[in-house]
């Protein structure tokens, strides 16, 4: 397991107030949303985690790399008197489990995996929101389920292939891949904090039960994350053709504090090769969704699907 001081950045990203699972959402004597429902869906391959929150038209929500649907719990509070809103966990990660052994993060079958839930929740079209790498497997589905996607709003993919120089990025995360192979998750872990400016100081206060929860569950996917999800998320290149000439209206966004860092120039040459301009959402790359955070990302979120 990663040390504890080395991962405080997912501690950051993960400091939700859970509702009870199994539970229909419901208001609590504040009139804040608290409470969720989770299920599963089997698909081939695997079972997929999912939760549902609120009501009203379909958000599905796509998290990133090793996260899985418990950072969005402040997000989805923020929402949930708005849309119904469906965070999951990838296939792969916390409790979406493979019927076998695990195998190589495919972008298709990921999208496939998010066609699926779309399709099982009323058949679309949805809005989608994907971060990180869940803003890599948002636009393989728009371009091959255009069907099922109304708006498609992606925060900061590592879109580096459309980089007009992708050599020094590629180079980094083959390099993060060998750090992994032969010093293990910690060493891998901390170098993708520094490459990325991000802050791995421990945090000076104690998380609520639930967020510890859902750091132990990120936690334990990085491994998953580093053998079998770094390359194919970081060397996937949307097919930005079949977006342009598609149904869904795409959506690209990068948070405030990661001006500058090598995030914001992939997912700016995402924007720029499908000709739209980014909007800003609060946080950086992986504190986005926390409770400082939640309010301000909602009404961006909102405010970029209902433009």
Known sequence: MPGTNLLATVALGALLTLGPIGETLAADTQGEMTMTTATTLAVPGATLYYEIWGSGPLLLVIPGGPQDAGIFADLARALADRYTVVPYDPRGNSRSTFDGAPTELDLDQQADDAAALIRHLGGGPAYVFGTSGGAQIGPNLAARYPDLVSTLVVHEPPTMMLLED?????????????????????AAMGAFFGSNDLDAAPPDFDMPPEAAETMGRVMGNFEYWLAHGLKPLSFYAPDVAALKAGKPKIVVGISRESEGQPIARMSGALAEKLGVTPITFPGDHITAFDGPNAAEFAAVLDGAIRK
């Open 166 to 186: 992708p050599s020094a990025a590629v180079a980094e995360a083959n390099g993060l891949y060998e750090i992994y192979k032969t010093q293990g998750v910690d």
